[in-house]
């Protein structure tokens, strides 16, 4: 109870402890509605109105203490949820503007960055080994999945994966892996804290891949978005949704490995 409510508890007490006779709420606080043959008290008396406010206090201390409680199972119930849904992050916040690319010939590295793209590009087998090396608990993580918990450790929203075919996804959660085509060059990994659970889109263009993903296709016209986020990374990204509807992207340099 709080500090409130115990004291008018002890008004309540003094007033009424002296008496042995229990105590009725209702024939102490008498209704606007009086019973047939009886005379309505004209003006309440000092002592009535103290009670009744006595009365609503305790009452308000409770209602407040049960509000407090469903909050508390609310947030706790949601949080549960949260951390139990497939997918979810691990060490840096991860980024939609942050891309991965694994590739065996061609870096796309340059021209990401160009149109505003936090990106970097290597080999699959470079970045295997660097995430057993860089990442802790990976001993029996391998292949592709090895690579998508790297990218998660270090704040990647997306792993671009170049020529899709060759690579084992089975180790990944994914929400549905597609049946590739040969036009699909591309396809793009969600990860982390963007990976509720992990979605893979693909794309003959990198770009298409990349903003069929939820949180980069909600930045594409005719949508708007709202959140203050969402603006900023738009307008980082604009050449790069100018560029989904200006024909095919251009050609992307070898890569020196």
């Known amino acids: 109870m709080s500090s409130r409510g115990r004291r008018v ?24 509605a009086m019973t047939a043959g009886s005379e309505p ?15 609503d206090a305790l ?11 469903i909050g508390l199972v609310v947030v706790a119930l949601a949080g549960a949820a949260w951390a139990f849904w497939p997918g979810g992050g691990i060490g840096t916040p991860d980024s939609p503007g942050k891309v991965l690319v694994v590739t065996e010939s061609a870096s796309p590295e340059p021209f990401l960055q160009a149109k505003g793209f936090e990106a970097d590009a290597q080999t699959f087998e470079n970045l295997e080994a660097k995430a057993h090396a ?3 608990g990976l001993d029996d993580v391998e292949g592709v999945a090895a690579i998508v918990t790297f990218a998660d450790q270090f704040g ?13 996804f089975k180790g990944l959660e994914l929400e549905s892996v597609p049946t590739f085509t040969d036009d699909d060059r591309y396809a793009v990994v969600s990860v982390g804290d963007l990976a509720r659970p992990a979605k893979m889109t693909t794309g003959k ?5 990349l903003f069929e993903q939820d949180e980069l296709k909600a930045l594409v016209p005719p949508n708007e978005p ?4 969402a ?20 050609k992307i340099a070898p890569r020196r490995l």
């Open 9 to 32: 508890a002890g008004k309540l007490l003094q007033r009424f402890g002296a008496s042995r006779v229990p105590f009725d709420a209702d024939a102490a606080v008498p209704d606007a």
């Open 41 to 55: 008290d004209p003006k309440p008396s000092a002592s009535t109105i103290a009670l009744r406010e006595d009365l």
């Open 59 to 69: 009452q308000g201390s409770g209602k407040g203490k049960l509000v407090a409680l």
């Open 134 to 136: 860089e990442v802790e």
């Open 156 to 168: 990647f929203g997306y792993v671009v994966f170049d020529r899709p075919q060759q690579f084992d």
């Open 205 to 209: 263009r990198i770009l298409d891949a």
């Open 226 to 229: 709202t959140d203050v986020d």
């Open 231 to 250: 603006i900023e990374l738009r307008d980082k990204l604009r050449e790069a949704i100018d560029a989904l509807s200006s024909g095919p992207t251009r």
